[in-house]
Nanobody
Framework: QVQVVESGGGLVQAGGSLRLSCTAS????????MGWFRQAPGKEREGVSC????????YYEGSVKGRFTISRDNAKRTLYLQMDSLKPEDTAMYYC????????????????????WGQGTQVSVSS
């Protein structure tokens, strides 16, 4: 049984930083591309970033480019999202997800292109 668990969310002031982590069990971690999504109240879930199974390819949604960094440690079966220069508009529930493919879709992709999901971790940025 696949389990995906996020951690690291919290409340931070604008301009601050947070690092999210995601552990995945029940799958061969290094053959799955992994992604981060977020969903704000009343909005659709949107893709934030994707990283290929080897970690050699990364993609970012436009508004987070240059501020967020996705990475993975395959030995630890852990995915990370370093979020710097946070803005109030980054406030959302953040979800980790795994694809059934080694590579990311064209760009970050959409919700339906990911199979295994975590329960989410809340990120709140105050102005």
């Amino acid at each position: 049984q696949v389990q995906v668990v996020e951690s690291g969310g919290g409340l931070v002031q604008a301009g601050g930083s947070l690092r999210l982590s995601c552990t995945a069990s029940g799958l061969l971690f290094d053959v799955h591309a992994m992604g981060w999504f977020r969903q704000a109240p009343g909005k659709e879930r949107e893709g934030v970033s994707c990283i290929s199974g080897s970690g050699s390819s990364t993609y970012y949604e436009g508004s987070v480019k240059g501020r967020f960094t996705i990475s993975r440690d395959n030995a630890k079966r852990t995915l990370y999202l370093q979020m710097d220069s946070l803005k109030p508009e980054d406030t959302a529930m953040y979800y980790c997800a795994a694809r059934e493919r080694l590579l990311c879709p064209s760009g970050v992709g959409v919700r339906g292109e990911y199979v295994h999901w975590g329960q989410g971790t809340q990120v709140s940025v105050s102005s």
